[in-house]
């Protein structure tokens, strides 16, 4: 076999032939799966169920943690894996990667699936093919000790010009403070929640905005109460549009799996309310402003 003809050559060539092909010593059904997107409907759903689902994810608990031993969990991992094994796909691999660099990375296919808590908004709603939501959560702000600026809304720091406000590259929450017509040199990237954390503690930022839930994870920062004027933050697994066949198979047994009780216990797990969610939808999330 010429040594430079590739798997997708060498598999058009067996597929032309209606033959299994034997790969690297193991036999894998021939697809016709391009990689980056199914094609004739199933082509994501046959290739997870040989090869397993690449799955995105920030490792910010409660939304996702990369156990030590290489286990992804997590609240939106979690319901992914069982939603994944109703469907015949029983490996799940995590990937973590920046909130910016997620959807990219689905669009390159080097991942095939967001499971990380990556907020609905428009302009994410236009990029890629969300399931119905898996939870529904809140904003706060990560402060000093005792809050002496007293930050509580997002008006508090649009109003107070002198304010600098840490974010995670690319995520919601930058959104929200460009929504709101904040100067950019006051939106503070930080690398994740411990290097918000830790941007806080040398004073080098007055406030950290991230999930209420993300921000309760860490020891050393005071969190103010969920901010009433921040937009709704609700999330599912997110895919490629071309997967579309997968998106809707996968919604049908969520939305099965959202009926039982085994999902508001995974919820609940992880410190969600399972009631917030009950009713919320896609087409409601994906309203959201930037
Ligand atoms: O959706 C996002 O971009 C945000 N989601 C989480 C769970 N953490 C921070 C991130 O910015």
């Not at 067996?14 to 193991?26: D, M, R, Y």
């Not at 302009?123 to 969300?130: D, G, L, M, N």
């Not at 809140?138 to 930050?151: A, R």
């Amino acid at each position: 076999m010429d040594a430079n003809i590739s798997r997708r050559q060498l598999f058009r060539g067996a597929l032309a032939l209606g033959g299994v092909v034997a790969v690297g010593g193991s036999l894998a059904a021939c697809s016709t799966t391009e990689p980056g997107g199914s094609q004739s409907g199933g082509g994501l759903l046959d290739r997870a169920k040989q090869e397993g689902l690449r799955v995105a994810i920030g490792n910010e608990p409660p939304y996702t943690q990369l156990d030590p031993d290489g286990t992804v969990t997590g609240v939106e991992p979690d319901v992914l894996k069982v939603v994944c094994a109703r469907m015949g796909i029983d490996k799940i691999e995590g990937i973590t990667t920046g909130y910016d660099a997620m959807i990219p990375g689905l669009m390159a296919n080097r991942w095939d699936v967001i499971a990380a808590g990556l907020f609905m908004k428009k302009s994410r709603c236009a990029e890629v093919a969300y399931a119905s939501p898996v939870i529904v959560s809140t904003e706060s702000f990560g402060v000093q000790p005792g809050n002496p600026e007293n930050i509580r809304t997002i008006a508090d720091v649009t109003d107070r010009k002198e304010l600098r406000v840490g974010v995670v590259p690319g995520g919601f929450e930058q959104g929200i403070l460009e929504e709101a017509g904040i100067r950019a040199d006051r939106i503070i990237n930080v690398t994740d929640a411990r290097g918000g954390a830790d941007a806080l503690g040398a004073n080098r930022i007055d406030a950290f905005l991230l999930p209420t839930l993300s921000l309760r994870e860490l020891a050393d920062v005071e969190v103010t109460a969920p901010i009433e004027d921040a937009p709704k933050t609700g999330s599912s697994a997110a895919f490629r549009p071309d997967d579309q066949d997968f998106v809707d198979a996968y919604t049908e047994e969520l939305e099965k799996f959202k009926t039982e009780p085994e999902f508001a216990e995974i919820l609940e797990k992880w410190g969600f309310d399972p009631t917030v969610v009950a009713g919320v939808t896609r087409y409601e999330l994906c309203s959201v402003d930037g």
